[in-house]
């Protein structure tokens, strides 16, 4: 009796899980772990220059979710002059340059890379055209993945852009790849391999292989979560500010000025920028809305898309570079052996544990022992995001079926002894 109901309830778990019941308790868990994730250093690679509300009032002629010509050839003249190893522009700007000089700058010079944005019907989101000066080595797509409530928990490397998206290059080529392993690429200086359609075939980069979330590899993803193209979990950074060393948060990814602090000051001879990454984004919420991530609900303000680029790039970098541990997920068959066990625990401690409080103590020190370890699976250079809300729900529930059961029996004999 005990093994069948073990198995009805380990049958029925999964379903749950595999058809979205359970995705939003997981993912709040995700959350809760990765508000954990240990304080690290700022990325001093990367540098963000950040397009705010008073360098947009200050420019005329301003383009919306862009900057003047004048503006941006200010701008990349004054930070080439600094030697960077690369400049990210993650700004939209599908129309021509009226500026030659800029149009040149554009067009010649390999370090400067720019994005595009797929865009999702689904989102009544029609993407955006790249610059038309910049050819399709140095594009890149700026498209995040989100789940419900708009949190960013995934990256997205590569994915085949459909046709009719606006996301290709002027020479008609497709944007497949994004800004952010664009910009490692360039950095790294590493071959890149495109992925293969079909399969779990990792995304080389270097001596680093990126394994992505697929089939049988989804975490707490449901079979309505859309996994296409190669996605992985993102390992936020969490560092501290400058200014305040007790207020931590993804957000201190890397140092921010504006670009009014950039053309009006010698600001660059404090940041030496020489073979830095500069990843130049719009941050006023009127022309481009923030991003939520898994410390919003614990107080820290949404991301700009700059600086969540800067957290992906940081990614691949530290994976590459300094071996940073990749956030990964178990297949289905761990998983289930996984939340197998903690039925069986749940079983054991009900089956000989008879006195109820003992019980609930018991049960109570088993429960919390679960969330410790999958808390030091997520936070320790382990790195694997396991089960926490299907084994705790076997846990429970196969323990409350075995009281059940042990008191229907005892009842039973009961009534057997007083006849």
């Not at 963000?48 to 360098?55: A, F, N, Y």
């Not at 670009?259 to 719009?282: F, M, N, W």
């Not at 107080?299 to 570079?321: D, K, R, Y």
């Not at 069986?344 to 544990?353: C, H, N």
Request: overall charge positive.
């Amino acid at each position: 009796m005990y093994g069948l109901f073990t198995v009805i309830l380990l049958a029925t778990n999964r379903t749950m899980r595999l058809f979205g019941l359970l995705q939003a308790s997981e993912l709040w868990f995700f959350d809760q772990m990765m508000q954990f994730q240990l304080i690290e250093p700022q990325d001093n690679r990367l540098l963000v220059i950040e397009v705010t509300k008073q360098d947009i009032d200050s420019q005329k002629g301003f383009r919306q979710g862009s900057l003047t010509d004048e503006t941006l050839l200010n701008l990349l003249k004054k930070l080439l002059k600094n030697q960077p190893r690369t400049i990210g522009l993650d700004i939209l700007r599908d129309f021509k340059t009226q500026t030659p000089e800029l149009s040149n700058l554009l067009k010649s010079d390999p370090r400067i890379f720019a994005v595009c944005n797929v865009g999702d019907f689904t989102q009544n989101n029609d993407g955006v055209q790249p610059p038309p000066e910049i050819p399709r080595e140095r594009l890149g797509f700026s498209d995040f993945l989100s789940d419900s409530g708009g949190v960013v928990r995934r990256q997205i490397l590569n994915m085949q852009t459909r046709e009719n998206s606006p996301c290709w290059s002027s020479d008609k080529k497709p944007v497949n790849t994004a800004l952010s392993l664009e910009l490692a690429r360039r950095y790294l200086d590493k071959p890149y391999e495109e992925p293969f359609k079909d399969g779990n075939i990792p995304l080389p980069l270097g001596s680093t292989a990126f394994e992505q979330l697929y089939g049988p590899y989804r975490g707490g993803y449901s079979i309505w979560t859309d996994l296409d193209g190669y996605q992985l979990l993102l390992n936020y950074r969490r560092s501290c500010s400058e200014q305040n060393k007790n207020n931590c948060s993804p957000e201190f990814i890397a140092k921010r000025v504006s670009v009014e602090d950039v053309l009006k000051t010698d600001l660059l001879e404090k940041y030496s920028l020489k073979d830095k990454i500069v990843l130049i984004g719009v941050v006023d919420v009127s022309y481009e809305a923030p991003w939520f991530t898994p410390f919003s609900s614990a107080g820290n303000q949404p991301m700009p898309g700059v600086v969540m680029q800067a957290q992906m790039v940081s990614q691949i970098l530290s994976a590459v570079s300094n071996k940073r541990p990749l956030l990964k997920v178990w297949s289905i068959w761990y998983e289930m052996l996984w939340i197998l066990f903690w039925s069986l625990v749940g079983g054991f401690l009900a089956r000989f544990i008879h006195q109820p409080r003992k019980l609930i103590v018991f049960g109570g020190v088993v429960f919390i022992s679960l969330y410790v370890v999958c808390l030091m699976f997520f936070i320790t250079p382990i790195k694997f995001w396991i089960p926490f809300v299907p084994p705790a729900l076997s846990l429970v529930g196969t323990g409350v079926v075995m009281v059940f059961i042990r008191f229907n029996v005892s009842s039973t004999e009961l009534k057997n002894g007083r006849r």
